[in-house]
């Protein structure tokens, strides 16, 4: 394979998770998944163990990729300062790829729409809505309880999809098998009947996801990261 390495990072959700792959297509050589809450204290470990399984030194990574939320405060906090402290230190520079755009990309020729769902709480969430060009047509702003989420997309609101229209079957998209596909953590979303052709993808964010799309993404140079900041996802009470 030929092509520049890079190294992916994913630290926002429950699972860290760190890959090495090449830049140009996005192929994947090897990732490593670790779950557990001390993601801050393992992100030295996980990368040093895949760079030792795949014989590469640090000076051979050309590009650092890293999810750039929405997501945990803390995980977030602690995967962009280790990415600082490789990307200054090597002189290389960060992509920050949004999460909710790397966790749809996989899905965008199975619906005619993909919605990630990405966890605030228990039972609340931020969700974003792409369609299947990969157009955000939903940015997260506020995060929504599961029980609203469900009422807004029963009653096909805009505001949760694009418009009542678009799941008409005489819509442009009919080729498409789903009219809608959610990603995410979907545990209290399976099940409930919403009464028209929706794929449910159950998925944890990996850094192999934040590799497959970081070439579409801007870079930044290492002197200018201090102007990167992360998409916090922030419990229902914080204003």
Known sequence: MTGRLILGLETGGKMLSAAIGIYETGTIILSINIMGDSISNNCEQAVSILLEHVNIQPQEISLVAISGGPGSFTGLR???SFAYGICTGLKIPLIVVPSDYAMCYPYRKLANYCIAIIPVKENNFLYS???SKMKKIKTPSS???IVEFVSRIKRRD???VV?????KDGYPFKRKKYEVCIVGNIGGLKGIPLHFRVRFMKKLLEASDIIRVARFFPSTQPEQLATLEPYYC???YVT
């Open 158 to 160: 805009a505001s949760t």
């Open 129 to 131: 809505v792409f369609n």
């Open 78 to 80: 602690a995967g962009f």
């Open 234 to 236: 922030k419990p229902p």
């Open 143 to 145: 995060s929504i309880s």
């Open 163 to 167: 418009s009542p229209s678009s799941f």
